[in-house]
């Protein structure tokens, strides 16, 4: 048996902090998955065997049995499967775990937290419990659905970082930080200071993740890949500060990130994860 995988947009205002409500289950294509940086946030309720995720080079593996809350990485993670998970999540936008948390993005970057960590371990055991006896996958989401409608707070600054961010996204990550402060009138450290509390990086950083993640989509793998070209088209300076930064998002270069990349489609073609995660094993 495959993975099954079942995906929603959820309804408004949750559609303006999450891409997709989604429901998981199935054996893990590699036991390790490793996953580049991207413009996004990720929040899993686990319902099967603990997986462990490692958050950054110098941080230790830690196994997660109840569920994780990711903000926006600023470098490659690798994720563990176990022989076979199940679990309900949310992909959400950069800002859109703002809501949801108890501190300040910041203080979870590239730290991933349990979900009881966030929400604690009652609310989480009867959230999971819901979960496990609910009818099939759409009536799971539905349930993520409502706990985070009931959880949704007002956020200070939520706008300000929601219109930057999505000015950045619609530019590639090529705008000017600058000019976007003008053109909010505020400066460039309010604006970076709220970025931080509630993307958990500035927005800078985040430019450089939108600019790389387009960069690296436009890429098919399947065919020769000329990264002179690549570099030249997404506006880097030159080939080799593009290789300089593909090896601090990914760890790879150019050239192993294909090689890798072709081994998923080859040996796992149209598979439903295949695209960003990576094989690491």
Request: glycine share 8%; charged share 20%; proline share 9%.
């Amino acid at each position: 048996m495959g993975v099954e995988y079942v995906s929603r947009v959820p309804r408004p205002p949750l559609d303006g902090l999450i891409d997709d409500l989604y429901y998981l289950e199935g054996p893990p294509p590699y036991a390790r998955l490793t996953l580049p940086p991207a413009p996004s946030a990720l929040l899993i309720v686990n319902l099967g065997p603990p997986f462990r995720i490692r958050g950054g080079t110098d941080l230790e593996t830690t196994e997660y049995a109840d569920g994780c809350v990711v903000t926006m990485p600023t470098r490659a993670w690798d994720f563990s499967y176990p022989l076979r998970t199940r679990s309900v999540g949310a992909h959400l936008k950069p800002w859109g775990l703002a809501p949801f948390l108890p501190m300040p993005a910041a203080e979870l970057c590239d730290r991933p937290v349990t979900i009881e960590q966030v929400w604690g371990r009652r609310a989480v055991a009867e959230l999971r419990e819901k979960l496990a006896t609910a009818y099939g996958p759409q009536e799971m989401l539905t349930l993520l659905e409502d706990e985070l409608m009931r959880r949704l707070r007002e956020t200070a600054g939520l706008g300000l970082v929601r219109h930057t961010s999505s000015l950045i996204a619609t530019t590639a990550g090529t705008a000017a930080i600058g000019d976007l402060s003008e053109a909010a009138g505020v400066s460039s450290t309010h604006l970076a200071q709220r970025f931080k509390e509630l993307v958990g990086l500035t927005p800078k950083r985040l430019a450089r993740t939108y600019r790389f993640t387009t960069t690296v989509m436009a890429i098919d793998p399947a065919g020769p890949v000329d990264w002179g070209d690549v570099a030249a088209r997404a506006g880097y300076f030159d080939q080799a500060h593009f290789g300089h930064e593909f090896r601090a998002f990914t760890g790879l270069t150019p050239t192993r990130y294909v090689e890798v990349r072709r081994r998923f489609l080859r040996e796992h073609p149209g598979h439903t994860l295949e695209g960003w995660p990576l094989p690491a094993d």
